[in-house]
C-alpha cells in the first residue's frame, strides 16, 4: 500500500520518524482506526511497517499531503526543523488547518521559533514532546505533555488521545511543554546516573544486587528510574531501551540552556560527563544503564593496579 491509496483525509495521520517510539505510536493510531502513512530515512523500518498494514512515503513532504496532522518523533531540533522546512519537508505540502505535532526533546526557544514559521502560513504547531518508553509507545500509553494554540491542541486532540494514557495540557505557548520536559530529562538522567553509581558503590562491598533492588525498592532511596534501570543491570541484558547517547544529547540542552541563562545545575553537569564519558568507551547505542558499566571499568583498572598505585 501506497500514499496514494490513502482514504477518508481526516483520518489520515503521518508519522515521521520510525523508530523505537514513532512505529510505536504510527501503530497505536493506526489501532485506532486512523489511516497512518510512515516516513522514516531507514527504508526497512517503512517496509516494515508497510507489511503491517500501514502506508509508506518516500519523503516527509509526501507523507504530510493530505494529512490532517503530522507527528514528528526524531532526535533532535535540528531534525525537526529538517523535517518541516528542508528538502522534501512536510510544510510545502501541509494544508491550511493541519496540525503538526511535535515530539522531539528540544529547547523552549526552539519550539517557539518553529511554530512561529509553520503557524504563519495557517497551520497548526503542537508543542508535545513524551515519555514513556517503546513498550508503552506501542500501546498508547504514553506521557505527552502539549502546550499551543487551542486551534492546535483541537486539531491534535484525538491523534494525541490515541497514542496517550496521560494527556497533561500546559497552556497556549509553544515551549512550555517542551521546557517541562528538558525538566524531566535533568531529572531523569540524574536518576539514572545515581542508580548506577549506587549498584557499582554495593557490588564493590560485596552486597546481593538482587537483595539491594528489593531492599531499596521498598525504601526512601528508590526512584523510578532505579526501578526501571535496575533490573538491566541484574539482567546483565543492555538491549537499548533508551541509549546512553540520548542522555548525552539531552543533558547537554540542559546544560547550554542553563550555561545562556546562568543557571546552576551542578548534579546535571556531573550526570551528564558520566554518559558522556559512557558514550566514549563505546557504548553511546546501549542502553542507558550502561553507566554501571563505565564504573565497573573503572574499578577494574584500579583493581588491577600494583598495590599502592592508581590508574595512571
Not at 105 to 133: F, N
Not at 158 to 184: Q, S
Not at 186 to 212: Q, R, T, Y
Amino acid at each position: 500500500m501506497t500514499a496514494d491509496n490513502a482514504t477518508n483525509a481526516g483520518r489520515r495521520v503521518a508519522v515521521i520518524g520510525l523508530g523505537s517510539m514513532g512505529y510505536g505510536m504510527a501503530v497505536s493510531l493506526k489501532r485506532a482506526g486512523f489511516d497512518v502513512v510512515g516516513f522514516d530515512v531507514r527504508q526497512e523500518s517503512v517496509e516494515r511497517f508497510v507489511a503491517e498494514g500501514g502506508m509508506g512515503a518516500a519523503t516527509p513532504g509526501e507523507a504530510a499531503a493530505g494529512a490532517a496532522a503530522v507527528v514528528c518523533v526524531v532526535l533532535n531540533a535540528e531534525q525537526t526543523e529538517a523535517v518541516l522546512f528542508g528538502e522534501g519537508g512536510c510544510a510545502a505540502t501541509m494544508d491550511e488547518g493541519t496540525v503538526f505535532v511535535s515530539s522531539a526533546t528540544m529547547a523552549p526557544s526552539v519550539a517557539r521559533s518553529l511554530a512561529e514559521r509553520l503557524e504563519k502560513d495557517g497551520r497548526h504547531y503542537l508543542d508535545a514532546p513524551i515519555s514513556g518508553g517503546a513498550q508503552r509507545a506501542a500501546t498508547g500509553e504514553l506521557t505527552v505533555l502539549v502546550s499551543g494554540t487551542p486551534a492546535a491542541m483541537a486539531a491534535a486532540d484525538a491523534v494525541v488521545g490515541a497514542m496517550a494514557a496521560k494527556v497533561f495540557h500546559l497552556g497556549d505557548a509553544p515551549g512550555t511543554a517542551a521546557g517541562l520536559k528538558i525538566v524531566n530529562q535533568l531529572l531523569a538522567g540524574v536518576h539514572i546516573a545515581a542508580a548506577c553509581e549506587a549498584m557499582s558503590f554495593a557490588d564493590a562491598h560485596d552486597l546481593d544486587p538482587a537483595k539491594v533492588f528489593e531492599v531499596i525498592t521498598a525504601s526512601a532511596g528508590n526512584s523510578w528510574m532505579f526501578e526501571n534501570r535496575v533490573p538491566h543491570i541484574l539482567d546483565n541484558d543492555y538491549t537499548p531501551r533508551s541509549a546512553v547517547d540520548i542522555f548525552v544529547k539531552d543533558l547537554g540542552i540542559v546544560l547550554d540552556i542553563a550555561r545562556s541563562e546562568k543557571i546552576p545545575v551542578p548534579l546535571a553537569g556531573t550526570a551528564l560527563q558520566s554518559f558522556l564519558m559512557t558514550s566514549a568507551a563505546g557504548m553511546g547505542r546501549d542502553d542507558d544503564a550502561s553507566v554501571f558499566r563505565l564504573y565497573q571499568r573503572i574499578r577494574d583498572v584500579a583493581d588491577d593496579a600494583p598495590d599502592g598505585e592508581g590508574p595512571s
